[in-house]
């Protein structure tokens, strides 16, 4: 069955520095990948997604991804954090045509300071 | 269009009373998938259904646990006898085609057992 690993539970970044989330998969065919967002007390809002498209992507709030096949990863990153980034993220792998579900790492805490 | 609801947003129950969570999905989504979320752990799957029919509930506790998805009405994810345990979060999501490349969250139901 796929599966992501996110390693690193708080991550601490200092505002305008660069926000760099790492997510490796494991899955036995070519995934789908992607990175979702929560806010506190909300439910997660998707940033974006890898559908074997672009390898590069990029999505809402500045963020972006890259697919790498070789490494088994899919690394979020925003060149500049913004106090309003302070959020938990979650990568999450799926199988085209598989079993049907989403499976989610667990998860980054991303505190922004000042 | 409003998203997928869910309510209530808290639930409080008693160790042995049951809970009923409910999720409307967004209009014209036939599929839904209920996610289970404990702290310090992403989320993890529990059931897929589809209108009238359980697809997979592969995720969900053998006993005490059910959900159904009506013809006419919200998904309702029953927890019986419930237990300190089952103190989470449970968040709903839905999707017109039962791809993840359009899947929407609902905010949650979080459920406290004393």
């Known amino acids: 069955a796929q599966s992501v690993t996110q390693l690193g539970s708080h991550v601490s970044v200092s505002e305008g520095a660069l926000v760099l989330l790492r997510c490796n998969y494991s899955?036995?065919?070519?995934?789908?990948l992607f990175w979702y967002v929560q806010y506190p007390n909300q439910g997660l809002q998707l940033l974006l997604k890898?559908?074997?498209?672009?390898?590069l992507v990029k999505g809402i709030n500045g963020f972006e991804a890259e697919f790498k096949k070789s490494e088994t990863s899919f690394h979020l990153t925003k060149p500049s954090a913004h106090m309003s980034d302070a959020a938990e993220y979650f990568c999450?792998?799926?199988?085209?045509?598989?079993?049907?579900?989403?499976?989610f790492g667990k998860g980054n805490q991303v505190v922004v300071i000042p | 269009n409003a998203g997928v609801m869910q309510n209530p947003r808290h639930l409080v129950r008693r160790r042995g009373q049951e809970a009923r969570l409910r999720c409307s999905p967004m209009?014209?989504?036939?599929?839904v998938y209920w996610y289970r979320q404990l702290p310090e752990e992403g989320l993890k799957f529990m059931v897929y259904l589809q209108k009238e029919n359980i697809i997979d509930e592969s995720g969900m506790p053998k006993e005490r646990f059910s959900a159904e998805f009506p013809k006419e009405g919200p998904s309702i994810l029953r927890i019986q006898q419930v237990v300190r345990g089952d103190s989470a979060a449970y968040f709903c999501?839905?999707?017109?085609?039962?791809?993840?490349?359009?899947?929407?969250f609902g905010s949650g139901t979080q459920l406290s057992v004393l």
């Open positions: 209009k014209g989504h036939s599929h």
């Open positions: 890898y559908t074997s498209a672009a390898t």
């Open positions: 999501a839905s999707s017109p085609t039962g791809t993840f490349e359009k899947l929407f």
């Open positions: 899955s036995s065919v070519p995934p789908y």
């Open positions: 999450a792998v799926s199988v085209p045509r598989g079993n049907n579900r989403l499976a």
